[in-house]
């Protein structure tokens, strides 16, 4: 089992950087593929971005790529997201999720460890 705690949220302008963090407790953080995921007001969660255990592969949202980039530090146990050219439309609760299949997905159904969630506000 894993437990997830993100950082990193806060108030940024349109056009501004901000870069989260998902600090992983438990040995296992180096086996599971890992995920981003975020929840606007009124809309359903969705994928942002994922990570192989190895960091050798990663995949995204169509409407993150090219500003987003996925990382993770399997010695600090610790998963970021940078996200630059923020866009008033990226304003949402982020989270951090662990799967700990085998698969490599965008399906939020394979990822069962999640953390709390993180706010991210982008003004216009």
């Known amino acids: 089992q894993v437990q997830l705690v993100e950082s990193g949220g806060g108030l940024v302008q349109a056009g501004g950087s901000l870069r989260l963090s998902c600090a992983a407790s438990?040995?296992?953080?180096?086996?599971?593929?890992m995920g981003w995921f975020r929840q606007a007001p009124g809309k359903e969660r969705e994928f942002v971005a994922a990570?192989?255990?190895?960091?050798?592969?990663?995949l995204y949202a169509e409407s993150v790529k090219g500003r987003f980039t996925i990382a993770r530090d399997n010695a600090k146990s610790t998963l970021y997201l940078q996200m630059d050219s923020l866009k008033a439309e990226d304003t949402a609760v982020y989270y951090c999720?662990?799967?700990?299949?085998?698969?490599?997905?965008?399906?939020?159904?394979?990822?069962?460890?999640w953390g709390q969630g993180t706010q991210v506000t982008v003004s216009s």
């Open positions: 990570i192989r255990w190895s960091g050798s592969s990663t």
């Open positions: 438990g040995r296992t953080f180096s086996r599971y593929a």
């Open positions: 999720a662990a799967n700990p299949y085998l698969s490599f997905t965008t399906n939020e159904d394979q990822y069962l460890y």
